[in-house]
């Protein structure tokens, strides 16, 4: 007899509030997770100017996360929350 478990998580149903839609991006402040991976800072620097020029984003915040395998801190989190319109998390490689 051969005992086989099923890698794959199951998904939990998010307690979270549904986002507003955004309209636009102009004016806006985006906001970027890290996610320590190598090169994703040359990815956010280049998207960024992108979104600024091309878009009219008034702000970009960056924040980085110590490792990937780990959450983005509550402080990271709350802080994002409270000066950005949107908040990409990302990853590199």
């Given at each position: 007899m051969v005992l086989l478990y099923d890698p794959i998580a199951?998904?939990?149903p998010e307690a979270r509030e549904e986002g507003r839609k955004l309209e636009?991006?102009?004016?806006?402040?985006?906001?970027?997770?890290d996610n320590a991976k190598p090169n994703f800072d040359?990815?956010?620097?280049?998207?960024?100017?992108?979104?600024?020029?091309?878009?009219?984003?008034a702000r970009v915040v960056?924040?980085?996360?110590?490792?990937?395998?780990i959450p983005a801190s509550p402080e990271i989190v709350d802080e994002l929350a409270a000066q950005c319109d949107l908040v990409i998390a990302g990853s590199g490689d």
């Amino acid at each position: 007899m051969v005992l086989l478990y099923d890698p794959i998580a199951r998904r939990q149903p998010e307690a979270r509030e549904e986002g507003r839609k955004l309209e636009t991006l102009s004016g806006k402040v985006v906001g970027f997770i890290d996610n320590a991976k190598p090169n994703f800072d040359h990815l956010v620097d280049d998207l960024a100017a992108l979104l600024m020029t091309k878009y009219g984003v008034a702000r970009v915040v960056k924040r980085r996360k110590p490792s990937a395998s780990i959450p983005a801190s509550p402080e990271i989190v709350d802080e994002l929350a409270a000066q950005c319109d949107l908040v990409i998390a990302g990853s590199g490689d």
